[in-house]
């Protein structure tokens, strides 16, 4: 790149940063033999593939409950890849018919992609994760060490074509100073771990390769935007300012409120009680999406009533007096559960999730009400169940008189666009909805949200998108309903701004998060909001949308 040179990419996390570039560096895998294991080793080898293939998982597994939030579900989906058996299966036939097990798990690994990319599903985020868990599982074998993020002697921009699962849940914050990937989108695992992580972050910069290591750089991820050949002192200026800004952030204690006095109500996205209580501690004012299936991504089998029941009261006793929204299991696509997930769908994301897993066994939703309710009573806070996919009336009329006859607030995910277009029927017959924006967005657009070739259709800021929700809010308004978000639209401060604007009652994201979207909410007056979800409605894309919603809400 020439001096004083800017590429952009797809904004995700806010921030400014300037610094050196780290490259994330692969493990290399050599040169293997092409010699054939005996007939009498090979069941020695495959025991050799299958111990490494465990130890990797089992690591996985690990990191995944020493973490919280969607890092944790991350992580468990990928550890459940690991462990799938049409891969194991596939691995196991090739050493015994002689070839080592390292050559055995990279001719899989290149098998199963190429039938990803024939059968015209890639999942760039999938493809990802299927060749880091190659990586890592050939390593094992080598006896070589796990690959990851590069040991950083001082804070640097990390650089990557993508991130694995196993990197982004182990990033640093201290030593990152911003995130930039060639590929991704705004709701991929880099996206979504950077924003709990307060982490800057650039993703879809599709000339990246052009920096090369140790280049110094300037990173505005509130424009997208890495420049080389800026003035170093100007630079450095400028991300004191935003520390300076940050760190204000970092204080805040809520409760939200708006410079013209109107208050906001800041619930958090948890998955246990461990993470409820942070969010407790971090100024949630409630949970918004307590995901329930996170519980459950390593179960065998479908824990009883009592064992949910227990899992879930604890984060009823995280807010003992306040609102807790819990959805029912959402499993499918790419929260794969063993005893709630159909295998080898041809196109999970359209596929049997959420609702949908009722027409495989009924009595698995009715057991799960039943295990809320029980975990809600004495709870005195508001007591609100979601449905995620649903996508007729007849169903939403089905799932509202199930939850009501347990003596809970009937609601529904709003996500499928058949609700978000009749949702004047659909808010008739429930009592609240909440809208789902990262899978909002991949239908609406008709593109994977997990395919990073289609990271900018699947941004929640496109227009479509923006003028379903804004459809629903409005609706929610002049019915009298709540309306909330608790997609990762949420978490981004400038678009919370217009969804208040919009109408929308609540704001549902990370813990991370909730300062930073209160701090800006106090920024802005309510008059400012309105303005901007209008003005935004006539966007062209979606970086036109982002730009008319800074001027309207007066941010440089």
């Known amino acids: 790149m020439s001096a004083a040179d800017t590429i952009y990419g797809t904004p995700v996390v806010n921030g400014l940063a300037y610094g050196q570039v780290a490259w994330v560096s692969h493990f290399e895998i050599p040169n293997l033999p092409a010699s054939k294991i005996p007939l009498a080793q090979r069941k020695a080898e495959v025991d050799r593939y299958l111990k490494a293939a465990n ?8 990191r995944a409950k020493s973490t919280v939030g969607t890092a944790s579900d ?19 036939q090739s050493i015994n018919k002689g070839t080592p097990a390292p050559s055995a798990v990279i001719t899989t690994t290149d098998m199963f992609c190429a039938m990803f990319e024939k059968a015209g599903r890639l999942m760039a985020e999938r493809t990802t994760d299927l060749n880091d868990l190659c990586m890592r599982v050939v390593a094992e074998l080598l006896g070589e ?9 001082e804070p640097s921009v990390l650089f990557a074509d993508d991130l694995a699962p196993a990197d982004t849940a182990g990033l640093n914050p201290e030593k990152i100073l911003a995130l930039v990937t060639e590929q991704g989108g705004p709701t991929s695992h880099t996206s979504i771990i950077a924003r709990q992580l307060g982490i800057p972050c650039i993703v879809a910069v599709r000339r990246l390769h052009q920096i090369p290591q140790g280049e110094q750089v300037f990173v505005d991820a509130s424009l997208g935007s890495i420049t080389t050949g800026a003035n170093p002192e100007e630079a450095r200026q400028k991300v004191a300012a935003n520390l300076r800004s940050r760190a204000e952030i970092r204080h805040w204690q809520g409760p939200a409120r708006l410079a013209s006095g109107e208050e906001v109500e800041l619930l958090a996205n948890v998955q246990d009680g461990p993470g409820a209580q942070k969010a407790a501690e971090a100024y949630a004012q409630g949970v918004g999406l307590f995901r329930t299936e996170l519980c459950f991504l390593d179960s065998t089998k479908e824990p009883t009533c009592a064992e949910q029941a227990e899992k879930y009261s604890r984060v009823f006793a995280a807010f003992p007096d306040q609102k807790v929204v819990t959805r029912t299991l959402d499993a499918g696509s790419d929260k794969p559960i063993s005893w709630a997930t159909l295998e080898e769908e041809a196109n999970p994301a359209l596929g049997v999730r959420g609702l949908r897993t009722t027409g495989i066994d009924e ?20 007591n609100w169940v979601m449905v995620p996919m649903v996508s007729t009336l007849s169903e939403a009329k089905w799932v509202a008189k199930l939850i009501r006859e347990r003596g809970l607030t009937a609601g529904i995910m709003v996500e499928v666009p058949a609700a978000a277009i009749m949702i004047d029927q659909f808010l008739a017959e429930v009592d609240f909805v909440s809208i789902g924006t990262n899978d909002l967005s991949q239908y609406v657009m008709a593109a994977d949200r997990m395919n990073a070739n289609l990271a900018t259709y699947t941004d929640p800021w496109q227009p479509a998108v923006l003028t379903l929700i804004s459809r629903v809010a409005a609706t929610g308004v002049r019915l009298q309903k709540p309306v909330g978000v608790c997609g990762e639209a949420a978490a981004d401060p400038i678009l919370a701004c217009v969804l208040i604007g919009m109408g929308v009652t609540s704001l549902s994201m990370a813990t991370s998060a909730i300062p930073s979207v209160g701090s800006q909410l106090g920024q802005v007056t309510k008059e400012q909001c309105e303005r901007a979800a209008q003005d935004i409605l006539t966007a062209q894309d979606s970086g036109d949308a982002r730009n008319i919603a800074r001027r309207a809400l007066g941010i440089n």
């Open 55 to 62: 130890t990797v998982s089992e690591r996985l597994l690990t």
């Open 74 to 92: 991350i992580l468990a989906a990928q550890a459940e890849l690991s462990r799938d058996p049409g891969f194991k299966k596939m691995v196991v």
């Open 145 to 153: 060490p796990e690959p990851g993020i590069p040991h950083l002697g």
């Open 363 to 382: 009595d698995l939703f009715t057991r799960q009400l039943d295990a809320i309710a029980q975990a809600s009573r004495g709870h005195q806070g508001k």
